[in-house]
């Protein structure tokens, strides 16, 4: 058959348009993108925070970039900075303490990558440059802490209670917002008194460390021990033993996380309470951020539904645990 030019014109434009059409078949079937940058491997909950993010890509999907900063924050920003030069389509991260992210954060909106917090919220002058938040009220985590202690006691000898406090890393939200939480609940009942308070990075060693300081300053003063989270305060209840004293009697333990290794000591009669802090953000954070990369409107703050665990159900509860 003879060709004519229009016949070769006509091939040339379906060839053209089936190109485009499969190029965009290709295209919508091309897996999310997300980059994640972890604060680092700290604690129990660190580590189920990211074996939930891990777990949930592989089940959705999703093609993880992962980086762990090791607790650095120049890390997490170098970190940013090469997930914006790979094109990511969506950049998620627990920054390591709230202030200094507006630079990198602009430069992610300049490059049209939308921004997902979780766990910790940032401190930045522009809201708009990250998408939405996932994550837990650590305000009110201190709050439900100094609520079971302002039930407690209740039952306690009339006089002055003296808490001393391990703090999380200094500058971070979960560290700022569970003290100013806690300090705001106990100032009802004026016997509640923190007579000392310092960081324990979140880590077991450094709350073991920073309480055996505690114990020589003020070892028969203390009647309470309050933990930024479940590490330190295991860490803590190394120490008190140590010295010759009985946690969770002796002297009151509390802690926020709700990890198995809390439960354990719970079971063990040497921690009081846990306040629960979920990690398991993973199934959440990739279905928000399909929605996001899909132009779907959500919230600017998503909140973790949580719970408040006294040592009297520790044993029935621990089988539940997931992490």
């Not at 490059?111 to 998408?131: E, F, G, Q, W």
């Amino acid at each position: 058959m003879k060709m004519t030019r229009r016949t070769l014109l006509g091939a040339a434009v379906c060839m053209t348009l089936g190109w485009s059409v499969l190029s965009g078949a290709v295209a919508a079937d091309k897996p999310l993108t997300i980059g994640f940058s972890q604060v680092g491997a700290e604690s129990e909950w660190r580590t189920a925070n990211t074996a939930s993010i891990k777990d949930a890509a592989k089940k959705a999907g999703v093609n993880l970039k992962f980086a762990d900063a090791q607790q650095k924050q120049e890390n997490q920003v170098k970190a940013i900075r090469s997930f914006i030069a790979q094109k990511v389509d969506v950049i998620a991260f627990s920054p390591v303490v709230e202030s200094g992210w507006d630079t990198v954060l602009r430069e992610a909106k300049a490059a049209k990558i939308p921004v997902i917090l979780t766990d910790r919220a940032v401190n930045v002058s522009d809201k708009s440059l990250y998408v939405t938040f996932i994550g837990s009220d650590f305000v009110e985590e201190g709050r439900r802490a100094a609520r079971w202690l302002l039930d407690r006691a209740k039952t306690m000898p009339a006089g002055d209670i003296n808490i001393v406090e391990l703090q999380g890393t200094v500058g971070s939200a979960p560290a700022i917002d569970r003290k100013a939480g806690f300090e705001e609940t106990i100032k009802t009942n004026p016997n509640l008194k923190i007579i000392r308070s310092q960081t324990g990075d979140f880590t077991r060693a450094k709350g073991k460390e920073v309480m055996e300081a505690f114990l020589k300053a003020d070892g028969k003063k203390i009647n309470v021990l309050y933990a930024h989270n479940d590490d330190m305060a295991i860490g803590a209840i190394q120490a008190i033993e140590e010295a010759g004293l009985k946690p969770g009697k002796d002297i009151l333990v509390i802690s926020i996380d709700g990890v198995k290794g809390a439960f354990e000591a719970m079971m063990a009669g040497k921690l009081n309470v846990t306040v629960e802090c979920s990690p398991l953000l993973g199934p959440q954070l990739m279905s928000i951020a399909k929605d996001v990369k899909a132009g779907k409107e959500v919230p600017k703050r998503i909140t973790t539904e949580e719970g408040v665990f006294p040592a009297e159900v520790a044993a029935k509860e621990f089988p539940n645990r997931k992490y």
